[in-house]
């Protein structure tokens, strides 16, 4: 039994194969087109949005002041749903197709997948993954992380339980709680060389998986160990769970949280459970009071004034502003070499006080080693102060 | 005009096209197939090698499903083995491609009779939640056994070399593919001329009575898994050296679910059909993809909207297809030629 | 030794706790196998409606608690009803794989419609339990999950009554055994359907519910534990009840020791895969599952 589709469901179909086929040849003139990497539909999906967000409205606002060197940008988005094989897909489409000047990257995985890639290509890669393997030039010359890489923050903690440990007669003891992917595990190997360097005691690793709903028979396994310290390395959708399941067993473990993994929705995600937590701070809260915020939150006002944002929105205008100052330094005839070689030339770039100030060099891609400590109190974020960590060529790459 | 299948002979009988008109297709199709890598896109490249893959994938499964009635959801773990080895094969062991991709296609083949098992003893829907149960241990399996399969990380895949020239661009690649694409229909359409396709379609249709006929249930149904899973083995094999990093993401339960749309929507127990939904499916989130792209140039802040509606197109395409053409794309082929070769008669 | 003991007996009252939301979420499952004989792949995608709806009506548009609730839930009837009338019906007496992919149709459908109407951003879930545990001896739990066990513990008792007592109960079990015979004997299948839909729908929505209250937030991932619900429909019986209930519970004990046992052992992960190697055993040895109608044919 087989019926006809009717004249509507025709004629919608039409129209959408009609507008597929017409839409490429509308093509501008003038256009410095930005490859734009999103993730609205899988696991990391509430930052995706907030980051879509932030990237799209800092285009706009550019190209209402002119664009860069007289051109207007242009972003060719595609959401990728967190799965490494779409975005390498999309990545071809970007450079043989859309021939983008510079890429939008996200995730850890496919910017790591990527990396041979784009090293062949030299399309220069802003990735919102921050990963310590993405910062060596020698091995990926067009990888360039868009904020304080993983390693440089899981030394920052260290360099915390060192400070603060009190007690003489033994070792601080420090357990590590990642998730299950490439983003969660980058960090991990370099932080155990790391503690034993500092002689800090790396007690338990626990794996949690990427999406999560319940972590007590991990917290459990961890509470045999009675780490002091523990460092959570997962998304902000997630870590409330884990604060949540320790505040319910009644662990007395400090945590410190990653840039990713919390922000200004934490208190209200993990309430009571979030009290005392430390977390590592790459870019301005929404509100904070740094220069370019109020240009963000007029820009906000005009054109969406009923949306929430949290600070992933931010990341996404920083990276369009270090992405238009690169290609706006690299003049008229931009190629993907000399946008590189632009990056490489920022010298304590100023991103509208939205970050610490960004230097890449033609050794170190790693734009920052300064950070803030921030600490939830009284269902607040509390900023706490400045950190840093010496810029050691010894972790490079790593 | 031909008039029903009439056949004069036992040769005749035995042939696989009986005018030469889709013989000739058929040559014709391969050269063009053969130029198509000069003047295509990388883009276009990557879409069609993937549709290639996805080709071979959906032959595997519609044989399963299709012609054999066993339901299962695992072809996503299937690809995933074949992938994998063929690319621990090659990495580890220095397997040149043209052996490491048939052997791992045997590894999935092996894979798939234990697949199959569950099959002897369970029906329909038990054996689509075993199918799907399988295809988390084995997830977890390749997700953990990282010495081998680098999990979370991503293997990469060396390119495989034709007389010392790396396949290493979509285009040359695009070659491979191809090359395996077309026997793969024909040994295909092949099988369903012989004994043991016949078996299949018998025990789909009704199996006690194609075993009471002395069709060896056993034998036939696990055979099905077994070649089912050698053609998804070479599929995955094919993805490896498509993609040329691996990721456990690459293999998810979506993929299954996709594979299974591709036959469903392509045509059940039709060669066309899984041809159809193969492109149909690859076809379709990059359509929506350019859509996107080109209405997000216009109006940015539409992005996020546009994004989901992947989800809702796919599910309303299934649904769609299910309620109004329960046979598929294939089917409205058909209606469409029949149409064409008896106009102005209504049959 | 006690602290042995002390850990174990946590790890099995944690278990219990979280397997009473997979319960929920098996009892809407098996409620539409017991009386339709469908398979709902998509049971994922039901919780999350329920969670963004019950979001949306709290936090988004600001309804006292009294209010939201029976408006989330007569959103969950009205799902309900529009699946099985838009997209089940249609599809009565096609082959069982047709429905599955149906099922997983919709799914993606009402998985894209959220996304298209609130977005994929965490939204925090409005606080209904308190976050201070309550302590079970030596083991805390927190209210939310003692919450989730009262209510299948309640929903148990109340299904079971229904389905052997009261007309509606009888007509459905009356359905799902022979539809032709009950439509002869003047049982309206169409309505048995629609109710059993309507009735899955509202208890997926209490398990969403639950489950935004656990997490903190709604998000799309809401959706992936959906599958879990096959190992303890499988354990317990695809229709049966109080194999759901029981199935559940036991599920989520599983999950938990082995995740507490085994996963330091081989790295984690393992305590998310149990539950599936349980269900492969349990087909193996007793496909109907513990409590379900011994119905599989043999070859």
């Not at chain 2, 249709?205 to 069709?215: E, K, L, N, P, T």
């Not at chain 2, 294939?330 to 469409?336: E, G, L, P, S, V």
């Amino acid at each position: 039994m087989s019926r006809v589709p009717g004249p509507l469901v025709r004629f919608l179909l039409v129209a959408l194969l009609v507008a597929a086929v017409a839409a490429p040849l509308v093509d501008a003139q003038g256009v410095i087109k930005l490859g734009n990497l999103v993730d609205l539909t899988g696991p990391t999906s509430d930052q995706g949005k907030d980051i879509a967000q932030g990237r799209t409205d800092a285009v706009q606002y550019l190209n209402e002041r002119g664009g860069v060197n007289g051109k207007k940008l242009e972003l060719v988005s595609v959401e990728y749903g967190f799965q490494p094989p779409r975005a390498v897909a999309a990545y071809k489409k970007f450079v043989e197709e859309d021939k983008v000047l510079l890429v939008l990257g996200y995730g850890t995985p496919d910017t790591e997948a990527l990396r041979p890639y784009i090293t062949k290509d030299k399309v220069p890669y802003l990735s919102g993954s921050y990963s310590g393997h993405l910062t060596d030039p020698r091995q990926t010359p067009y990888n360039f992380p868009g904020g304080i890489d993983y390693t440089s923050q899981i030394r920052i903690f260290f360099n915390y339980v060192k400070e603060t440990w009190k007690d003489g007669s033994r070792a601080p003891r420090v357990a590590f709680i990642y998730a299950d992917n490439a983003y969660g595990r980058a960090p991990i190997e370099s932080g155990r060389a790391y503690a034993k360097e500092v002689g800090v005691d790396l007690v338990d690793e626990e794996i949690i998986p990427t999406v999560l709903t319940d972590a007590t028979s991990q917290l459990l396994t961890m509470k045999k160990k009675d780490p002091d310290f523990a460092y959570i390395n997962t998304n902000t959708q997630w870590v409330p769970v884990v604060l949540k399941d320790s505040y319910k067993l009644g662990l007395k473990t400090k945590y410190v949280v990653n840039n990713y993994g919390l922000d200004e929705r934490t208190p209200g995600l993990a309430g009571p459970a979030a009290e005392g937590v430390i977390g590592i701070q790459d870019v301005a809260y929404w509100g904070d009071s740094v220069p370019g915020m109020k240009t963000l939150m007029e820009f906000h006002q005009k054109h969406h004034p009923n949306d929430v944002h949290a600070s992933p929105y931010m990341r996404g205008w920083l990276w369009v502003i270090v992405a238009a100052e690169a290609i706006k330094r690299a003049g008229p005839t931009a190629t993907g070499e000399s946008v590189k070689n632009a990056l490489e030339s920022f010298k304590e770039f100023d991103t509208w006080g939205i970050t610490p100030p960004f230097t890449y060099t033609n050794e170190d891609h790693r734009p920052t080693n300064r950070a803030r400590f921030v600490m939830i109190q009284n269902a607040k974020i509390v900023p706490m102060r400045e950190v840093s960590v010496d810029r050691s060529m010894k972790w490079i790459g790593k | 005009m031909k008039c029903g299948g009439f056949r004069t002979s036992y040769r005749a009988d035995e042939r696989i096209f009986d005018t030469a008109v889709p013989i000739v297709g058929l040559v014709i199709l391969m050269a063009v197939l053969a130029v198509v890598p000069r003047f295509a896109t990388t883009y276009w490249l990557d879409v069609l090698n993937r549709i290639g893959i996805a080709v071979i994938g959906a032959l595997g499964l519609n044989i399963l499903v299709g012609y054999t009635g066993q339901i299962s959801i695992g072809q996503a773990a299937f690809l995933a083995v074949g992938a994998y080895a063929t690319a621990i094969l090659e990495a580890n062991l220095g397997l040149p491609f043209y052996l490491a991709i048939p052997l791992a296609a045997l590894i999935t083949s092996g894979f798939g009779l234990i697949f199959g098992i569950p099959s002897l003893r369970l029906r329909g829907l038990y054996l689509a939640i075993a199918t799907l149960a399988a295809h988390f241990i084995t997830t977890f399996v390749i997700v953990h056994w990282e010495s081998m399969t680098k999990g979370v990380l991503g293997l990469m895949v060396p390119p495989a070399l034709v007389a010392g020239v790396p396949l290493d661009s979509d285009a040359r690649v695009f070659y491979l593919i191809f090359a395996l694409v077309v026997p793969a229909i024909l040994v295909t359409k092949n099988l369903f001329r012989t004994r043991v396709g016949r078996a299949f379609i018998a025990i789909r249709d009704r199996d006690v009575a194609a075993s009471v006929m002395g069709v060896n249930l056993l034998r036939y149904k696990l055979l099905a898994f077994v070649i089912s899973s050698f053609y998804a083995g070479v599929a995955g094999g094919l993805m490896a050296h498509h993609s040329r990093i691996l990721f456990p993401d690459a293999f998810s339960l979506l993929v299954a679910i996709d594979y299974l749309a591709m036959i469903i929507i392509g045509g059940m127990g039709s060669i066309l059909g899984s041809i159809f939904g193969a492109v149909f499916m690859t076809l379709l989130p990059e359509v929506l993809k350019l859509t996107a792209t080109s209405l997000t140039g216009v109006y940015p802040q539409a992005f996020g909207l546009i994004a989901s509606t992947r989800d809702v197109v796919f599910g309303l395409a299934v649904i769609f297809f299910l309620m109004y053409e329960p046979q598929g794309l294939a089917r409205i082929w058909t209606r469409i030629r029949s149409y064409w070769q008896l106009w102005p008669y209504a049959y | 030794m006690n602290e042995q003991l002390v850990f174990m007996l946590q790890l099995v009252i944690t278990g219990i706790a979280v397997g009473s939301v997979y319960s929920l979420m098996a009892l809407g499952f098996v409620l539409i196998f017991k009386a339709s004989a469908v398979v709902n792949f998509g049971p994922g995608e039901l919780l999350l409606f329920g969670a963004y709806v019950s979001w949306a009506a709290i936090l988004h548009l600001k309804l006292p608690l009294y209010v939201a609730l029976p408006v989330t839930l007569l959103a969950a009837i009205l799902l309900g009803l529009v699946i099985e009338r838009g997209v089940l019906r249609p599809l009565i007496g096609y082959p069982i794989i047709s429905v599955i992919m149906v099922t997983f149709g919709f799914a993606s459908v009402i998985r894209g419609v959220l996304n298209m109407s609130w977005g994929s951003d965490t939204r925090p879930f409005p606080v209904l339990f308190s976050p201070e545990p309550f302590r079970l001896g030596p083991v805390p739990v927190s209210p939310v999950h003692l919450w989730s066990f009262v209510t299948i513990m309640v929903l148990l008792a109340a299904f079971s009554l229904f389905f052997r007592y009261s007309k509606t109960g009888m007509a459905m079990r009356a359905t799902a055994d022979n539809q032709q015979v009950a439509q002869s004997l003047g049982i309206s299948v169409k309505w048995v359907f629609a109710l059993s839909w309507c009735i899955a729908s509202v208890v997926s929505t209490l398990a969403g519910i639950i489950l935004g209250s656990v997490r903190g937030g709604v998000d799309f991932s809401l959706a992936d534990l959906g599958l879990k619900v096959f190992p303890v429909v499988i354990l317990g019986g695809l229709d049966s009840v109080a194999g759901a209930i029981i199935g559940g519970v036991l599920i989520g004990v599983l999950e938990n020791l082995s995740g507490g046992y085994l996963d330091p052992l081989v790295g984690g992960g393992v305590k998310e895969v149990a539950p599936f190697v349980a269900l492969v055993l349990i087909l193996m040895v007793r496909p109907h599952g513990f409590f379900g109608k011994v119905e599989i044919e043999r070859v």
